[in-house]
Each structure stands twice: as structure tokens, then as C-alpha cells.
T-cell receptor, first 114, second 114 residues
């Protein structure tokens, strides 16, 4: 079964520092992978997606993620953190061949220190 | 382009009651998925509707039921509410069956069961 594991439930960085949020996946088929962001009391917003094209995926708000099949990873990065990046981030994988559902990780709360 | 909308925003119900949540999909999308997000957790897939038919179901009991209408809007019904049903309920729309599988989420309905 498809699954994702997000390493670190809480990450704290200084404003201007590198953001690195970790995601490892398990999939029996070539995966479709996604990163979503959730601001307080809001729904989820799609940051970026990997659908078997380029392994380095660029998303909105300066975020990018690299698909590494050998490491079964899809880590999210941003070179320079802004205060507005403080939110909950979720990694998700499409739930198997023929299934349209998304399987989410537990989430990583990102805090930005001034 | 109109995004995904959900109603109501908040709802308070008593254990044993029934509740109906509503979702309007994004323009052009024919698939609606429902997720339950408990506090501090990632979203969990409840079920999906594609062209008015259920197209997959997660590990939720039958008292969670749904409906999709010809205009692709959807309802989630929960009978015999339990305290553990307290959560944020998220609706997501997508272009199913051949799309790139990304799902676009609404702002959610916060359900509190007392």
C-alpha cells in the first residue's frame, strides 16, 4: 500500500535560512507525489507535484522538491525562509494504480524565527 | 475560475445527531473527494465520487455516506454522530480519469460533536 512518512513533526528555522522538510514514500507503482501547505484554519493549498517528468520540481512561493527514487524521498526545500512560510506542510502520494485518493503524511509544522 | 467552496464553515452537533456537509467543486472538475482531518493529523480519505458514482472508499463506517449531483457538487452525511467525529472535513475536487491527479481543496467545515 502507498504511504508517506514525514520526518520531524516540527521544524524551526530562522528567517532567511534554508528550509528543508523531509518526506519518504512507499509505493508499489511509480508514484505521483505532492506537497500541500495548510495555513491556520484553512484548507490545503497545492505547492507542487511530481508526476514522473523532471525529478526537480518547482512550485509556488519559491519552494521546490527533488524526487530521488534510490532514496524513496521527495524532500521540500526553500533557499530563504520568510515569516509568511510559517504553516503546516503535508506530503502526499497518490493511492495506488487505479485509485484517485491521496494518502497524506502526518504533517510538519514549520516555525520561522525572526 | 471559481474554487472549491464548502458550507457551513463551522458546525456544532450533539452525539447521536445527523449532519450534512456540502461542497461545490471547482469549475470543470467532475470528481469530488472527502477527507477527515483530526486535530494534529494529516487528512484521511473518506470516499470519492466520480460522475455521481462512488469511486473508492476509505476505512470509514457506513454511517458516513455521500452523494454527488449532476452539477458535480457533493454532500457528506454522517449519521449517529460520535465524539470522535469532531474534525475538519475537507472536500477536494479534481479532473478524474486521466488527469494529473492533483486535488484542489476547499476551506473545510469544522465539526464539533459534544
Amino acid at each position: 500500500a502507498q504511504s508517506v512518512t514525514q520526518l520531524g513533526s516540527h521544524v524551526s528555522v530562522s528567517e532567511g535560512a534554508l528550509v528543508l522538510l523531509r518526506c519518504n514514500y512507499s509505493s508499489s507503482v511509480p508514484p505521483y507525489l505532492f506537497w500541500y501547505v495548510q495555513y491556520p484554519n484553512q484548507g490545503l493549498q497545492l505547492l507542487l507535484k511530481y508526476t514522473s517528468a523532471a525529478t526537480l520540481v518547482k512550485g509556488i512561493n519559491g519552494f521546490e522538491a527533488e524526487f530521488k527514487k534510490s532514496e524513496t524521498s521527495f524532500h521540500l526545500t526553500k533557499p530563504s525562509a520568510h515569516m509568511s512560510d510559517a504553516a503546516e506542510y503535508f506530503c502526499a502520494v497518490k493511492g495506488g494504480e487505479g485509485a484517485q485518493k491521496l494518502v497524506f503524511g502526518q504533517g510538519t509544522r514549520l516555525t520561522i524565527n525572526p | 475560475e471559481t474554487g472549491v467552496t464548502q458550507s457551513p464553515t463551522h458546525l456544532i452537533k450533539t452525539r447521536g445527531q445527523q449532519v450534512t456537509l456540502r461542497c461545490s467543486s471547482q469549475s470543470g472538475h467532475n470528481t469530488v473527494s472527502w477527507y477527515q482531518q483530526a486535530l494534529g493529523q494529516g487528512p484521511q480519505f473518506i470516499f470519492q465520487y466520480y460522475r455521481e458514482e462512488e469511486n473508492g472508499r476509505g476505512n470509514f463506517p457506513p454511517r458516513f455516506s455521500g452523494l454527488q449531483f449532476p452539477n458535480y457538487s457533493s454532500e457528506l452525511n454522517v449519521n449517529a454522530l460520535e465524539l470522535d467525529d469532531s474534525a475538519l472535513y475537507l472536500c477536494a475536487s479534481s479532473l478524474g480519469q486521466g488527469g494529473s491527479y492533483e486535488q484542489y481543496f476547499g476551506p473545510g467545515t469544522r465539526l464539533t460533536v459534544t
